[in-house]
């Protein structure tokens, strides 16, 4: 194919992909794909054929995400269809599918407990695993930062169900005997609404907030000081050289500059909150109720789907609200990533970065 022909046939297609559809431009770019491959000779050929190999595993992830989603769309189906379900499922929080006359399928405390267990993880890790990249990035003598940052590594490598095993040994106990003993007799805090009610063995939305927390710091830590890093040392010394200090600089210098990788740890740790099951199913008290303070037991839809699966998988409908569980979790998950996206996008925005 001459340069002429070929350069026709760039002017049609052009012409096709303002008239037709997606699917016509895809199989437009995919005739003008294989045409490259017949043309291109030695170099030109095999960065084709390397492009290719690149492209076969961006497509099967985009392939995997969409037949899970469709899985959950089609095993939740039956349940929003069905008299005893529908969309008012969502905001029910009576959950008792096993009753044989009146079954109901709320799922409203499930989304509850996962809500309030990540939200308090999230603001524990968040500002506690931010403050340990600082002090790493910034602060820390040269000679205990690799040990210090190879032991925060090490944490992301020890397996949930230890942190649950820890958590029900160690600090549920603790959170019974000690923690709620003080704050709900120390004048300072037991005004307090959250730090209300009644402890039963340590069980708690707290307890489970404070394993996730402790599960997450590792995520925050690592990525965080990452970002720390690749901020270029010249930053730092224009901001000395102005004057400022070590704390200034790290504060308004290196941590806004830091900001996209910041938020990525941010997302990072949402999703492994949100998805979390072994080590909160052990310790909240997996209650179908609503709770209300920190010290009320809760249920996350990890553990609800955990622990009923084996029971429900022959009875249809009750298979079919545990899969709405998990489309709703999917959902959460999807919404906040989005979220913390925008919120990095107006980062970089307000600080002239993008």
Not at 4 to 14: H, L, M, P, R, W
Request: net charge neutral; charged share 15%; with cysteine.
């Amino acid at each position: 194919m001459t340069f002429d022909e070929k350069d026709q046939a760039y002017e049609i297609d052009s012409e096709m992909e303002a008239d037709v559809g997606i699917f016509a431009r895809l199989r437009v770019g995919i005739q003008n794909w294989i045409d490259d491959i017949r043309y291109a000779k030695g170099p030109a050929r095999k960065d084709l054929l390397g492009r290719f190999i690149l492209f076969i595993p961006a497509v099967a992830s985009i392939f995997t995400i969409l037949m899970i989603l469709l899985l959950l769309v089609y095993e939740a189906t039956p349940i929003f269809a069905h008299p005893d379900g529908g969309l008012g499922i969502i905001f029910d929080s009576t959950w008792a599918p096993q009753l044989p006359d009146n079954p109901s399928y709320g799922i409203l405390i499930f989304i509850v407990g996962s809500f309030t267990t990540t939200f308090l993880a999230i603001g524990i890790a968040v500002p506690l695993g931010l403050g340990g990249a600082i002090f790493l990035s910034e602060f820390c003598p040269a000679q205990i930062r690799t040990p210090l940052k190879m032991i925060v590594e090490m944490m992301a490598a020890i397996p949930s169900i230890v942190y649950g095993l820890w958590a029900f040994v160690v600090l549920r106990p603790f959170m019974d005997d000690a923690f709620a003993p003080f704050v709900q007799t120390n004048p300072l805090t037991s005004w307090m609404p959250w730090f209300q009610g009644s402890l039963k063995n340590g069980y708690s939305l707290l307890t489970g907030g404070v394993i996730l927390a402790i599960m997450l710091l590792p995520t925050v830590v690592t990525v965080s000081y990452d970002a720390l890093q690749s901020v270029p040392g010249t930053y730092r010394e224009a901001s000395f050289a102005l004057g400022a200090t070590k704390s200034e600089t790290a504060k308004q210098i290196v941590l806004s500059a830091a900001l996209p990788g910041v938020g990525a740890a941010v997302v990072l740790s949402l999703g492994r909150a949100v998805g979390e099951t072994m080590a909160i199913l052990m310790v909240t008290g997996n209650n179908f109720g609503i709770p209300f303070t920190l010290f009320d037991q809760c249920y996350v839809m990890t553990s609800i789907i955990a622990n009923q699966m084996g029971a429900a998988y022959n009875r249809p409908i009750w298979r079919s609200a545990l899969f709405s569980v998990a489309l709703v979790l999917m959902i959460m998950s999807v919404i906040f990533t989005l979220i913390a996206k925008l919120f990095i996008r107006w980062g970089l925005k307000t600080r002239g970065m993008s």
